[in-house]
C-alpha cells in the first residue's frame, strides 16, 4: 500500500492549496477557472492543430481510412485481401479494425479537416487524462510538468492512425489500475468496457494485460502471507480473467491477440522502418531529457520506491530506447509508475517554497473545475478546431501523395501490376489501385518485406526478380530511393515520369 504519512499528507496540502489565494479569488470569476488537466489537455490539443499536416504524414492514414470505407460499405470486415495484387485472396487480420471505421466515418463526415481535429483531440484528451491522474498524488506543479512531458515524447508518433485514438484508453487503463494498486484496492471492474473497446481499436491492448498482470503480482508480494495474499491474487487474478475474455469479444477472434506477436517477430520489420529501430537520442533529445528527469526523481527519492517500481520503469525505459515508437509508453505510463511513490519526497522539497507567487497561482488551477470552467474548455477546444474543419486541406504537396505521379499514369494508360514503394502503397489503396506492398507488414509476412527491402536498397538482383515473379509492368516509386536509380540501369527498363517525389518506369517490352 503506498499511502503518504499524515505529516506528508499535511505538506502536500499545504503546497497544493496555500491558504488565502484561492479562498480570496472573488466567488463569481472562480467558477470560471479550469483545473490543471483540462488545461493540460487543452495544451496538448494546440500543440497537435499547430501541425496539422504532421497527423497526416503517414501512408497508413490513406490505408487506414480505405479499409474502413469498405467495412463501412461492406457492412463487414474482409473475409479475404481485397487490396493488393500480391496477396489477393489471402487471409487478413483487420485488428485495428474499429479504428479504422472511426476515421473513415470522420472522413466522409468532415474531410482531412475532421480527421486531424479527431487525432489532435484524441492526444489532448490523453494528456489531460494524464494530468489528472498524476493530480491525485503530485502537487500542482509536479504533476503538470510530468504530464507535459510525457506529451513530449508523444508527438514523433502523433499520427492519424488508430493508436492515436486507442491513447487516452491505454492512460485510463493504466491510470485507473495504478489508482487501485497504491491504495491497495481491488481493480474496479468498471474498467472492463475499456479493454473491450481497446480490444478492437488497436493492438497495443496487450500492454494493458501484461500490466495488469504485472501489478497482481506486485499486489501478492506486498501482502502479508496467508489469507491476504491469497484475497490479492483472487481480487486480481479474477479481473485479469475477465478482461482477457473481454479481448476475444472481437471479429478478429483469438487472432486479434495472435497478430502483435507476429509483427513483433518479424527482424525485417524492425529493421527497414524507422519507428521499430532504437532510439537515436541526438536526434530525439526530447527522449534524452525525459531519462535524465526520471533518473533525477529516481535519485532524490530512491528510498521511497519499490523495486518493483523502478524495474517496471526500467522495463519501460528500454522498450522505448530499443523501438522508438514506444516512446509513448514510456512518457504516458512512466510517470504514473513512480507518481505515489515519490510524491512524499517531492512534497518535502517543494515545502520551502509552498508560499511562492508560482505556486500560489499554480493553486488557483489546482482544485477540481465548476461547469462553466468546463465550458469554457470545450468552447475554447471547438474554437480550435473550426480552422482545420472549415479551410480545406491540400494534400498534393506532402511525401505521401503521389497523386501528380498517378495523374501522369493514368494519362499514358499504364495498367496492370504495379512495383510500388512503400510509402506510396496507402495512396493506391486510397485512390483504388491493387498495391505490390502497402503499411500491412505482418500480412506480407517477414520473407516478402526482406526481399521488398533489399530490392528498395538498390540492390539490383532482388528487384530484377521481384520484377518478373510478378510481371511488373510499370513501377511508382519514391524518387530518393535507391532503387530508382537501379531501375535506370536494369535493362529493359525506361524511366517516363519524374517529379521530386515520385519516378515512373515501365518496362520497354
Known amino acids: 500500500m503506498l499511502t503518504q504519512p499524515r505529516h506528508i499528507r499535511a505538506v502536500s496540502e499545504q503546497v497544493?492549496?496555500?491558504?488565502?489565494?484561492?479562498?480570496?479569488?472573488?466567488?463569481?470569476?472562480?467558477?470560471?477557472?479550469?483545473?490543471?488537466?483540462?488545461?493540460?489537455?487543452?495544451?496538448?490539443?494546440?500543440?497537435?492543430?499547430?501541425?496539422?499536416?504532421?497527423?497526416?504524414?503517414?501512408?497508413?492514414?490513406y490505408m487506414h481510412i480505405a479499409a474502413g470505407r469498405w467495412m463501412l460499405t461492406h457492412a463487414a470486415l474482409p473475409a479475404a485481401e481485397p487490396f493488393s495484387f500480391t496477396m489477393a485472396g489471402q487471409h487478413w487480420v483487420p485488428g485495428e479494425w474499429l479504428g479504422e471505421v472511426v476515421l473513415a466515418a470522420v472522413?466522409?463526415?468532415?474531410?482531412?479537416?475532421?480527421?486531424?481535429?479527431?487525432?489532435?483531440?484524441?492526444?489532448?484528451?490523453?494528456?489531460?487524462?494524464?494530468?489528472?491522474?498524476l493530480a491525485r498524488r503530485l502537487d500542482a506543479m509536479p504533476a503538470v510538468i510530468a504530464a507535459l512531458a510525457g506529451a513530449v515524447l508523444v508527438l514523433p508518433h502523433l499520427l492519424a492512425r488508430p493508436h492515436v485514438l486507442a491513447l487516452p484508453l491505454l492512460v485510463l487503463w493504466c491510470g485507473a489500475l495504478f489508482a487501485a494498486r497504491d491504495d491497495n484496492r481491488a481493480p474496479p471492474w468498471a474498467l472492463l468496457p475499456v479493454m473491450l473497446c481497446w480490444a478492437n481499436l488497436h493492438g497495443s491492448f496487450l500492454f494493458g494485460i501484461a500490466l495488469a498482470l504485472y501489478l497482481a503480482a506486485e499486489a501478492v508480494l506486498a501482502a502479508p502471507e496467508g489469507t491476504a495474499r491469497r484475497h490479492a491474487a483472487i481480487r486480481w487474478g479474477g479481473f485479469i480473467l475477465a478482461a482477457a475474455a473481454l479481448c476475444v469479444v472481437n471479429p478478429n477472434g483469438p487472432d486479434a491477440i495472435v497478430q502483435p506477436f507476429r509483427l513483433m517477430a518479424m527482424p525485417a520489420?524492425?529493421?527497414?522502418?524507422?519507428?521499430?529501430?532504437?532510439?537515436?537520442?541526438?536526434?530525439?533529445?526530447?527522449?534524452?531529457?525525459?531519462?535524465?528527469?526520471?533518473?533525477?526523481?529516481?535519485?532524490?527519492?530512491?528510498?521511497?520506491?519499490?523495486?518493483?517500481?523502478?524495474?517496471?520503469?526500467?522495463?519501460?525505459?528500454?522498450?522505448?530506447?530499443?523501438?522508438v515508437r514506444h516512446a509513448d509508453l514510456l512518457g504516458l505510463v512512466g510517470p504514473l509508475v513512480i507518481a505515489a511513490p515519490a510524491a512524499p519526497r517531492l512534497a518535502m522539497l517543494l515545502r520551502p517554497a509552498a508560499g511562492s507567487p508560482v505556486l500560489r497561482a499554480a493553486a488557483l488551477f489546482a482544485r477540481p473545475a465548476r461547469l462553466p470552467a468546463l465550458c469554457l474548455v470545450i468552447a475554447l477546444a471547438l474554437a480550435a478546431g473550426l480552422p482545420s474543419l472549415m479551410r480545406p486541406v491540400d494534400r498534393t504537396g506532402d511525401a505521401v501523395t503521389p497523386a501528380a505521379a498517378l495523374a501522369a499514369a493514368r494519362a499514358m494508360n499504364l495498367t496492370g501490376p504495379v512495383f510500388n514503394s512503400e510509402a506510396?502503397?496507402?495512396?493506391?489503396?486510397?485512390?483504388?489501385?491493387?498495391?505490390?506492398?502497402?503499411?500491412?507488414?505482418?500480412?506480407?509476412?517477414?520473407?516478402?518485406?526482406?526481399?521488398?527491402?533489399?530490392?528498395?536498397?538498390?540492390?539490383?538482383?532482388?528487384?530484377?526478380?521481384?520484377?518478373?515473379?510478378?510481371?511488373?509492368?510499370?513501377?511508382?516509386?519514391?524518387?530518393?530511393?535507391?532503387?530508382?536509380?537501379?531501375?535506370?540501369r536494369l535493362s529493359g527498363w525506361r524511366r517516363v515520369y519524374a517529379d521530386g517525389r515520385a519516378v515512373i518506369h515501365v518496362r520497354q517490352d
Not at 479537416?113 to 489532448?124: D, E, P, T
Not at 531519462?291 to 524495474?311: D, E, I, K, M
Open 16 to 61: 497544493r492549496h496555500p491558504p488565502g489565494l484561492v479562498d480570496a479569488a472573488p466567488a463569481v470569476w472562480r467558477a470560471w477557472l479550469p483545473s490543471w488537466p483540462w488545461i493540460v489537455g487543452l495544451l496538448a490539443m494546440l500543440r497537435a492543430l499547430a501541425s496539422p499536416l504532421a497527423l497526416l504524414n503517414d501512408p497508413d492514414t
Open 107 to 133: 472522413y466522409a463526415a468532415a474531410g482531412w479537416g475532421g480527421v486531424i481535429v479527431l487525432s489532435a483531440a484524441g492526444f489532448g484528451l490523453a494528456v489531460g487524462l494524464l494530468a489528472r491522474f
Open 269 to 323: 520489420l524492425q529493421s527497414g522502418f524507422g519507428e521499430w529501430q532504437p532510439a537515436d537520442l541526438v536526434r530525439f533529445p526530447a527522449l534524452a531529457a525525459w531519462l535524465l528527469g526520471a533518473g533525477a526523481v529516481v535519485v532524490l527519492g530512491w528510498r521511497a520506491l519499490p523495486w518493483t517500481r523502478l524495474a517496471l520503469l526500467a522495463a519501460l525505459a528500454y522498450m522505448a530506447l530499443a523501438h
Open 424 to 488: 506510396f502503397g496507402g495512396y493506391l489503396i486510397f485512390a483504388g489501385v491493387p498495391t505490390f506492398i502497402d503499411g500491412r507488414i505482418e500480412l506480407y509476412g517477414n520473407a516478402f518485406l526482406a526481399g521488398y527491402l533489399a530490392a528498395e536498397r538498390g540492390d539490383a538482383a532482388a528487384l530484377a526478380g521481384l520484377l518478373d515473379r510478378y510481371r511488373i509492368g510499370w513501377t511508382l516509386v519514391q524518387a530518393q530511393a535507391p532503387m530508382a536509380a537501379a531501375l535506370d
